[in-house]
């Protein structure tokens, strides 16, 4: 579960782990991470592996890590997301590479490292969530758009 520490993410992390899933969550912020471990793992089993999806080099880590603990990869839930609101006239390419490595090479990071995984299993499901930012536009999101 990419992004499981807060929104979203946390709230289909919580219903994994309720259900009886072994659930693994990241996210880049390795103190949120670590106290939705706590919290989650009093209802089941939850582990926290931080990292930036947004490097291939942690994703392949982070995979490493998991194929050590675990015998299979069933689910990779892509739920990462991150934005700041701002106008486009108010941002630079920096911005965009921001916005475009954490949100789209996050998912085909994890997406290609999870693959290899699931393919030598011959089974395996990969949920990728999108904002409905990508529907229709927002003012303060032309790039996360």
Aim: net charge neutral; aromatic share 8%.
């Amino acid at each position: 579960m990419t992004g499981g520490s807060r929104g979203i993410g946390y709230m289909i992390a919580s219903c994994y782990v309720k259900a009886g899933a072994r659930v693994y969550i990241t996210s880049r912020d390795q103190k949120r991470c670590a106290a939705v471990e706590r919290e989650l793992s009093a209802i089941g089993f939850c582990r926290a592996i931080s990292g930036d999806l947004s490097k291939l080099s942690e994703i392949e880590r982070i995979i490493s890590e998991l194929q050590v603990l675990e015998s299979k990869l069933d689910v990779l839930v892509n739920n990462v997301g991150y934005d700041e609101l701002k106008y486009f006239t108010q941002t630079d390419p920096d911005f965009w590479r921001k916005i475009i490595e954490i949100n789209f090479m996050g998912v085909l990071n994890c997406t290609y490292s999870a693959l290899s995984i699931m393919a030598s299993q011959n089974h395996g499901s990969i949920v990728s969530i999108s904002s409905d930012a990508s529907r229709q536009g927002e003012p303060k999101e032309a790039v996360y758009g």
